[in-house]
């Protein structure tokens, strides 16, 4: 089962920025924070991962609280080409182990 | 890089009926993952690879279901006398061993099957 809590549905205005929440409370100590999306009809895309500290890529910034129970995936300026199903997902780094999915969070970003 | 590429796209197949996908990985990656999604899920893991071996496979991966990867590259997945239950989309991933902690997996856009 998936280890990660995620709202089912979100709304952002284009331009502005998408915040997506994330709840990972029983996150062990050597486990990623990784977020993927998927677009309709698409296989899911990796973003961005990380452990404890901050991050940012070109696609968007993660920010992890210090006790690592949840974290945030900002898209800054959200485009209607977001719309998609966004993944949070733990798992151990630098293990093979699949990743497990849940249902994830639909962002619809809005003209 | 041209990414993972998954054929055919599209499988419709009557009930019973063999079905045989393909996913050819990014060159040079050495791991190699089937996931299967249904409709409003997120992907549930099947199996993987490593090179040629098959190193893990989910109780999902009912005896009907096989997998191979003769050559560590290509992959093939076959389901044998397909049910109903069986319609979804199958998708393909692919990373390299030796990224350390990165470890990010690489999917293709997948095969969808409708049994009929």
């Known amino acids: 089962d998936a280890k990660t809590t995620q709202p089912p549905s979100m709304d952002c205005a284009e331009g502005r920025a998408a915040n997506l929440p994330c709840n990972h409370s029983?996150?062990?100590?050597?486990?990623?924070v990784y977020w993927y999306r998927q677009i309709h009809s698409q296989g899911p895309q990796y973003i961005i991962h990380?452990?404890?500290n901050n991050e940012t890529n070109e696609m968007a910034s993660l920010i992890i609280t210090e006790d690592r129970k949840s974290s945030t995936l900002i898209l800054p300026h959200a485009t209607l080409r977001d719309t998609a199903v966004y993944y949070c997902i733990v798992r151990v780094g630098s293990g093979n182990t699949p990743l497990v999915f849940g249902k994830g969070t639909r962002l619809s970003v809005i003209a | 890089d041209t990414g993972v590429s998954q054929n055919p796209r599209h499988k419709i197949t009557k009930r019973g009926q063999n079905v045989t996908f393909r996913c050819d990985p990014i060159?040079?990656?050495?791991?190699l993952y089937w996931y299967r999604q249904t409709l409003g899920q997120g992907p549930e893991f099947l199996t993987y690879f490593q090179n040629e071996a098959q190193l893990e496979k989910s109780r999902l991966l009912s005896d009907r279901f096989s997998a191979e990867r003769p050559k560590g590259s290509f992959s093939t997945l076959e389901i044998q006398r397909t049910e109903q239950g069986d319609s979804a989309m199958y998708l393909c991933?692919?990373?390299?061993?030796?990224?350390?902690?990165?470890?990010?997996?690489?999917f293709g856009a997948g095969t969808r099957l409708s049994v009929l």
């Open positions: 060159s040079e990656h050495n791991r």
């Open positions: 029983t996150i062990s100590g050597n486990e990623y």
């Open positions: 991933a692919s990373s390299k061993l030796g990224q350390g902690r990165k470890n990010i997996q690489y």
């Open positions: 990380g452990l404890k």
